[in-house]
C-alpha cells in the first residue's frame, strides 16, 4: 500500500524509521505510537514555553490512549543544554520509576531535542525515544539522523550520542505560534539543505516574496522537501564518517561563534546563517565558488530575515582556537564542509589558517552588528 506523501524514511543500521510531516500530526500520537509498538510509559520533556500550549492536551491524549504519561519542563534556551539539566531529568526518570520498554518524547525545538535525545540514549543505557519538534528548524533538521547531546564550557555539543528515535512525528500547525525570531532561525537550516544539495529547492526559496506569509500545504512541501536532503544524507552516512559531514556547513564557524558569544545570545540558525556567509567567503578565497554565489546566498538569507554580519564581541584569535576544537577536527585539522555552488559541497581538510585569518579579519573591519 503506498504511504501517504508526508511519510519519509530513516534507515539506518539500528532500523527503518518515520519522519512525519503533516497538519494535525499530534492528534494521532497515540495511534502512533501503538503501531511501532511503543506501549510503555511515555515521558513528555518540553520547556517552559512550548509545555503550556501542547503538553497538557498531548499527556492527556496519551492517558486517554491507556499511556502512563508524565511531563517535565526545563527553562528555554541553549543555557540548558548541559550536563546539570541532564542530570536533573535523570533524577525525575529514575525517581518516578522509568522502565526499559519507556520512551522520551522530545516536544520542542532543537535544545530539547538534543538534550531529551542525549538523556535517552543514556538513562537505563538507552530507552526509545521520539521526536515532536514544533520549531522550523527541529523538523527539517535537528529532529532527525539521531544527533543528541549537550554543550561544555569549551565547545557546542562536545558530549553526546549517535540515538536514532523511533518516530519523528511533526505537526505544522506548531508553526502558528512560534515567535518569528524563532521561525527566521529556522530557515537557515533549509537554505543550507538547498545549498549543499538541493538547486532547485534554492530557486523555489528565491522565488517566494513573502516568507513569513507561507503557511498550509506550501510550507509543509518546503519542509519535507528540505528534510529529504538530510534524511537521504543520514541513509548513506548515519555516523558521519563522510557525505554527512556537508551538513556542517556553517556550522564550523557558526558554532564557534555560539560558544565565544556565549550559548543563548544568538539562536543556532543566526549563528549557521553567519557562518554559512563566512564560510562561503573562505571557499571563494580557494576558488571553490565565484562572488556571485556569495552574494547570491546572501541576499537569500537576508530575505529570510536572518544575519550575516559577525556579531560584536567576538575575537579572531578565540573563533579559530574554537574552530580546532570542533567534532569534526582529525589530527588536528579543521575539517569544513564548503559550497562547490547551489546544490553541490564537499568536505575540505586543507583550509589554511591564513585564509580563515583574512576572512574574519575582513568580516570584522566591515562589522555592524548582524543584519
Partial sequence: MTQPAEY???????????????????DHLPHHLQRI?????AWVISDDQVFPRYAPALIARLRAAGYNAHGYAVPPGEPSKDLAMAARLYDWLIGNGVERRDTVLAL??????????????????????????????AMVDSAIG???????????????????????????TTLATLPPRELRAGWAEVIKHAVIRDADLFAHLEAITDPASLQGDALATIIRRAARVKIDIVNIDERETGERML????????????????????LHGEAVAIGMHLEAQIAHRMGMVDSRFVERQQRLLRAYGLPTNLPPGVTIDDLIERTLRDKKVRAGRARWALPLGIGAATVRDDVPETVVRAILEKATDRNEGPV
Fill in 247 to 266: 551538513l556542517n556547513y556553517g556550522h564550523t564557524l557558526g558554532h564557534a561563534i555560539e560558544a565565544a558569544r556565549g550559548y543563548g545570545d544568538l
Fill in 8 to 26: 519519509l524514511y530513516v534507515t539506518t543500521t539500528g532500523g527503518r524509521y518515520e519522519v512525519i510531516v503533516a497538519h494535525g500530526a499530534f
Fill in 37 to 41: 509498538g511503543l506501549r510503555g510509559a
Fill in 146 to 172: 539521531g544527533k543528541t547531546g549537550v554543550n561544555h564550557s569549551l565547545g557546542k555539543n562536545l558530549i553526546g550520542a549517535f540515538h536514532q528515535p523511533r518516530l519523528t512525528l511533526a505537526d505544522t
Fill in 108 to 137: 520542542g525545538g532543537g535544545v530539547i531535542g538534543d538534550l531529551a535525545g542525549f538523556v535517552a540514549a543514556t538513562v537505563l543505557r538507552g530507552i526509545a525515544l521520539v521526536h515532536l519538534p514544533t520549531t522550523l528548524l
